[in-house]
């Protein structure tokens, strides 16, 4: 009866679900059940507090914090990227940056020259997910990008993603013309996007 009564002042302890707002919590209670609990999204930084707080230098993408101490270097970098934390929450720098400047947020950004801590806005552009993975570097044992060897076939073979699907652009005798194959694809569906 103990465990019961626990239970029930856990249940009218929990904030009443409003479906209107987005589920961005799981709350793990104390008898191991898991619970759902809705809380308001948090709103991303504007435009006009994100210029209040912090500087940036369009030629060389980095920001700094405003300071009655001078200013500093805002950020820290993980796996590549740079992030800032603003009013307690953690924000990509290159997407900052593009609020800063043209005062829209954009989900997805390329880096154009491929480099993940290069912010300079000449460097930044608006891209869909595959356009952003196609500008990415080669991987893999052959070092060469949209190709890879099929044992079965004893060939080279071509292929590609766009919009989540693969797509494959044949087999070939040599590595050249496979990659050709694919260079000629990426070009015709990603643009100034494809990448070697």
């Known amino acids: 009866m103990l465990i019961g009564r626990k239970l029930s002042q856990l249940e009218s302890a929990m904030p009443v679900p409003d479906p209107e707002q987005p589920v961005s919590n799981v709350i793990m209670t104390s008898i191991g059940q898991q619970r759902m609990c ?5 709103e991303r930084i504007s435009q006009e507090r994100l210029r209040l707080l912090l500087t940036y230098d369009r030629e060389s993408g980095h920001f700094h914090r405003k300071t009655r101490y001078g200013s500093k270097r805002a950020g820290t970098v993980a796996h590549g990227y740079r992030y800032i934390y603003v009013d307690g929450r953690r924000y990509a720098e290159h997407q900052l940056a593009w609020l800063y400047v043209f005062g829209l947020w954009v989900t997805e950004l390329d880096h154009i020259n491929r480099q993940k801590d290069d912010n300079r806005i000449a460097n930044l552009r608006p891209a869909t997910r595959s356009q952003n993975a ?8 052959l070092n060469v990008k949209g190709v890879s060897w099929c044992n079965k076939n004893r060939r080279f073979r071509a292929t590609m993603r766009a919009n989540g699907e693969y797509f494959h652009l044949g087999y070939f005798e040599t590595i050249a013309e496979a990659k050709a194959a694919y260079q000629t694809a990426a070009v015709a569906t990603f643009g100034d996007f494809a990448s070697d």
């Not at 809705?38 to 948090?42: K, Q, W």
């Open 38 to 42: 809705y809380v308001p999204h948090m």
């Open 134 to 141: 196609a500008n990415t570097p080669a991987r893999g044992t």
